[in-house]
């Protein structure tokens, strides 16, 4: 397990742009796969984005193709949510995640969750 502590939520007009941090504790982070799940008011929380190990592999929910970008830096222990012109649709609380040895996009098979920061577009 990994303690998670996400940042870089805030308020922005759309078509503006956020970027999400997420810094995990722990010696063993380059093992875990990272995802990015959100959580609108009234609704499930969502898939977003996860990115595997290395960084070799990235997929994005149908959603937010094309618009966000999942990165990392193992040496900073440190996975990145880059959002670009966003939406209201897009408000949410956004949460940090880590699969152990897995790529995976299905929230069960993360074991490891942050608290959550919250992400506000205007229209």
């Known amino acids: 397990q990994v303690q998670l502590v996400e940042s870089g939520g805030g308020l922005v007009q759309a078509g503006g742009s956020l970027r999400l941090s997420c810094v995990a504790s722990?010696?063993?982070?380059?093992?875990?796969?990272m995802g990015w799940f959100r959580q609108a008011p009234g609704k499930e929380r969502e898939f977003v984005a996860f990115?595997?190990?290395?960084?070799?592999?990235?997929y994005y929910a149908d959603s937010v193709k094309g618009r966000f970008t999942i990165s990392r830096d193992n040496a900073k222990n440190t996975v990145y949510l880059q959002m670009n012109s966003l939406k209201p649709e897009d408000t949410a609380v956004y949460y940090c995640a880590a699969a152990l040895l897995t790529d995976t996009h299905f929230e069960a098979d993360f074991g490891s969750w942050g608290q959550g920061t919250q992400v506000t577009v205007s229209s």
């Open positions: 990115i595997s190990w290395n960084g070799g592999s990235t």
């Open positions: 722990g010696r063993t982070f380059s093992r875990y796969t």
